[in-house]
């Protein structure tokens, strides 16, 4: 019989069950809990690195990832080192108070080049009874600052790390740190989990394709894997704009995705300003039709419009964007048609996807000279560092010019990426066999108007996987096969890992590792996934997500929200990349 997960009770050993928070979080009880030196093959701790302290009434609250609380947890941190190499990799863990805790672990993820996302994403796991760890991968955890040895020289060590290892490690040794420490009986089951967003979903995916034995649920938003495509991506833009000759005042593609969302919001049956139907949007507007609409926006200082991920400069730059209007342009019409389209080489074949219609187009943000009052190329450092600095082999944090740059250089440039990091950060085996055959779980999402990560990306590789895994049944057996461990879920509206202030009434998945608890504890299948309006005109309220391939459709004037299957709308979402030789996945 399965055991209540409701119920809060410990479960776990004596010393658990009558100690209170006060007396288990010891450094001598932490100490006493360490793995043993073996249990990872070629790795021992290192005992003098070990603190504990006790932490009350902690709370967290507005975040995006789980909802609101206040706990109290054992901070635990400490070092190991791999034999042989004489390295120090850095862990930290938040232990529930032993009355709390339910046989729960969970590995937390990071962000751009961040192997972690800070230690509140710690709280996100001891709310439910979780032991929750994050890793500094053996690099400080800015994994680009420590990629070069020299110009020209790779240290693959923490490319490595980040790529797969270190989560890999952590959890190996965060489980049998926690076992220990709530002296859990050897029968008892500990619950393993990963949840992370953005790179954090590419590692999320890195542990699946992985370590898949070590899991019984995967959380992955947004993966930023397909590493060496999805990384070059970001160049696309600027070079749409370098090509076309084109440099479009930011506040002219804004207009352009205002009027995309309002003329497909009520395409999915529910006037909100949301759209939840980019496909039936691709389909059925022709964002010809804002030539000559007139777009103004107010100065602004600060830190810009884009907001992209990582160390974006214009995230940093203290810049004055100055007062913008006009009208509509063919080119700036042009050059976003050409983004929507997608890398597409000098032979007419495609090389890579790209975001969905209604997505802000932040990779294509254009600064502005005032000396010569125009707006000017603007290269996207989520790019350009890639290039500069993983391709090149320059400690460069951007391009300094994109000069002879081409369609046909960012193919070149995808290819090597793609080549040199096949097996370190490229990330996209579709390959699941292990943790299918472990009986692991894998929820999936990703904001339909995502513009760092294109969505498309998310569903190119849940075919792949449905193709890879089930060669031999139709269309239907598979995904209904598919379905069964590995789900993902298209949020409508949503940006990168995040709500989206441009569609305030989209529905975000906050309860994510809630959902993910039910389906692996309690087998509570999420046919559709949990999400709340966090935001906008129904804040507050209870939203459900369409599982792909199904996708929304209201019906009773945006009452009744349907999943449906609708051939025209699936085949927009899918990629034949001609461009390479190889099948990409
Ligand atoms: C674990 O291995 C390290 C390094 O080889 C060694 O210094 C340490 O004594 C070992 N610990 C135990 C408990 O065997
Ligand atoms: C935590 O908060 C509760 C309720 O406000 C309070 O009773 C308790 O004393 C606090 N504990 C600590 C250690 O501050
Ligand atoms: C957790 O422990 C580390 C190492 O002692 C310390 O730097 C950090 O501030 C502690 N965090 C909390 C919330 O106590
Ligand atoms: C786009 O819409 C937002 C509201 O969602 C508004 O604040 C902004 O000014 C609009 N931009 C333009 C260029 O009209
Ligand atoms: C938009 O207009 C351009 C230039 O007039 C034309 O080449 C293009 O085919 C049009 N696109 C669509 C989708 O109608
Ligand atoms: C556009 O800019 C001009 C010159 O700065 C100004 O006179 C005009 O009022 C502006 N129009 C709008 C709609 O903001
Ligand atoms: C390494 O490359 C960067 C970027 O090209 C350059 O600024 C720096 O001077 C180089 N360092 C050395 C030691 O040559
Ligand atoms: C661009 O290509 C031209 C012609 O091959 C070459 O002369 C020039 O140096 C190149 N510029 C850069 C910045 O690579
Ligand atoms: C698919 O069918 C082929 C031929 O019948 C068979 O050899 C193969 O094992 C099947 N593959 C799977 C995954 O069932
Ligand atoms: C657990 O499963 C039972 C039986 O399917 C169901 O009634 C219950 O709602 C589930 N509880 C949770 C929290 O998912
Ligand atoms: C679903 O979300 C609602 C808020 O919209 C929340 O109250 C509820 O606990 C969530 N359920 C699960 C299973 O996560
Ligand atoms: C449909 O819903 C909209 C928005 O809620 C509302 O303004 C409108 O009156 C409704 N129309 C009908 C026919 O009920
Ligand atoms: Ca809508």
Known sequence: MRRSILALTATSGAIANAASLATACTAANALAALPANGTLPGSYVISSSVTANAVYNTSVSGQTFFPDATVDFCNVTFAYSHEGRGDTVGLTLYLPSPDNFQNRWLASGGMAYSINGGVTNLIGGVMYGAASGLTDGGFNTAFDSAFLLANGTIDWVPTYMFGYQAIGEMTTLGKEFTKQFYTMASETKLYTYFQGCSDG??????QAQRWGQLYDGVIAGAPAFRYGQQQVNHLFSNVVEQTLNYYPPPCELELIVNETI????????????????TDLCKLNFNINSTIGLP????????GGIGLGYGKHKRQFAATTTPAQNGTVSAEGVAVAQAILDGLIDSEGRQAYLSYQPSASFTDATTSYDSTTDTWELDIASTGGEWVARFLELQDADNLDTLTN???????????????RYADSLQTNNPDLTEIYNA??????????????????????????????????????????????????YLVPGAAHCAINSAQANGPFPQTNLQVMINWVENATVPVTL??????????GTNA????????????????????VFDQASYDTWTYDFTAFKLPLY
């Open 201 to 206: 979903g590419r590692e999320g995916w890195s």
């Open 295 to 302: 777009y103004a926006c107010a100065a602004s200082t600060g």
């Open 439 to 488: 009986g692991g779980k894998i929820l999936h999402f990703h904001g339909e108007s995502d513009p760092s990560v294109p969505t498309a990306s998310s569903v190119h590789y849940y075919e792949s996987v449905r193709k890879i895994m089930y060669p031999n049944l139709s269309f239907n057996e598979s995904t209904t096969a598919l379905k069964d461990w590995y789900r993902l």
């Open 544 to 563: 459900q997500i369409c599982a792909w391939p199904l996708r929304p459709l209201w019906s009773n004037n945006g009452t009744t929200q349907n999943c």
């Open 405 to 419: 740059v081409t369609y046909d250089t960012l193919r070149d440039w995808m290819q090597e990426g793609w080549d």
């Open 530 to 539: 949990n999400a709340t309006h966090m935001a906008g005109d129904e804040e």
């Open 262 to 277: 309002s003329n497909c919001d009520a395409l999915d049956g529910k006037v909100d300003g949301v759209v939840s139907r």
